[in-house]
Nanobody, 125 residues
Framework: QVQLVESGGESVSTGSSLRLSCRVS????????MTWFRQAPGQGREGVAG?????????TYAPSVRDRFTISHDNAKTTFYLQMNSLKPEDTGVYYC?????????????????WGQGTQVTVSS
């Protein structure tokens, strides 16, 4: 059973940095995506940053966070990170990590099989 556990969410001021972590257990082999989504109050889940393992690692980002956020992983691929710099109030939301094997579109929430419980990020102006 694959389990994902996020941590690192906090309340911070505009311009601050945070690093979120997603600890993964029970993984199986094969190509897969690890993606960070976020959900603002009253909004749907938005893909923020994705990382795919095939024969190499590739990453992709939502335009709103490109050049500010970085997705990465540890050597064992058991923990994934989202480094968030220059945070803005519009980055506020619950951040989820998700894992999927048959992902037809990286930022489509219904393409993912496993989700964490989420961690709250609040950015005040």
């Amino acid at each position: 059973q694959v389990q994902l556990v996020e941590s690192g969410g906090e309340s911070v001021s505009t311009g601050s940095s945070l690093r979120l972590s997603c600890r993964v257990s029970g993984v199986t082999n094969g190509p897969y995506w690890m993606t960070w989504f976020r959900q603002a109050p009253g909004q749907g889940r938005e893909g923020v940053a994705g990382l795919v393992f095939i024969d190499r690692v590739a990453t992709t980002y939502a335009p709103s966070v490109r050049d500010r956020f970085t997705i990465s992983h540890d050597n064992a691929k058991t923990t994934f990170y989202l480094q968030m710099n220059s945070l803005k109030p519009e980055d506020t939301g619950v951040y989820y990590c998700a894992r999927g094997s048959a992902v037809y579109q990286w930022n489509a929430w219904d393409a993912y099989d496993y989700w964490g419980q989420g961690t709250q990020v609040t950015v005040s102006s």
